[in-house]
Nanobody
Framework: QVQLVESGGGLVQAGGSLRLSCAAS????????MGWFRQAPGKEREFVAA???????YYEDSVKGRFTISRDNAKNTVDLQMNSLKPEDTAVYYC?????????????????WGQGTQVTVSS
């Protein structure tokens, strides 16, 4: 069983930066693909970024060039560096883990989810 705890959310002005971190329990973290998803009020949860156990990273088009996902298997953490933030990035951000290494942009392949952290970008 993997437990995930996100941190690093907050309020930031447009153009600013935040770094989200997700701490995972368990000794098999390195075998998981890790993802970040977000959900804005009244909208469905959407893919933001994911990273395979190999280190290959994938991004949703609207965050490419602004967000960077990274993992530290020694610390059991996955981070999301968010730069040039926009008001439309406002959402609750969730960390997720899956043993699958394909289709990792799909929320339904993830087995474990964190509680989420709020990110608010003011204009």
């Amino acid at each position: 069983q993997v437990q995930l705890v996100e941190s690093g959310g907050g309020l930031v002005q447009a153009g600013g930066s935040l770094r989200l971190s997700c701490a995972a329990s368990g000794r098999t973290f390195s075998s998981y693909a890790m993802g970040w998803f977000r959900q804005a009020p009244g909208k469905e949860r959407e893919f933001v970024a994911a990273i395979r156990k190999s280190g290959d990273a994938y991004y949703e088009d609207s965050v490419k060039g602004r967000f960077t996902i990274s993992r530290d298997n020694a610390k059991n953490t996955v981070d999301l560096q968010m730069n040039s933030l926009k008001p439309e990035d406002t959402a609750v951000y969730y960390c997720a883990a899956t043993t699958r290494q394909f289709s990792i942009a799909l929320a339904r392949v993830y087995d474990h989810w964190g509680q989420g952290t709020q990110v608010t970008v003011s204009s």
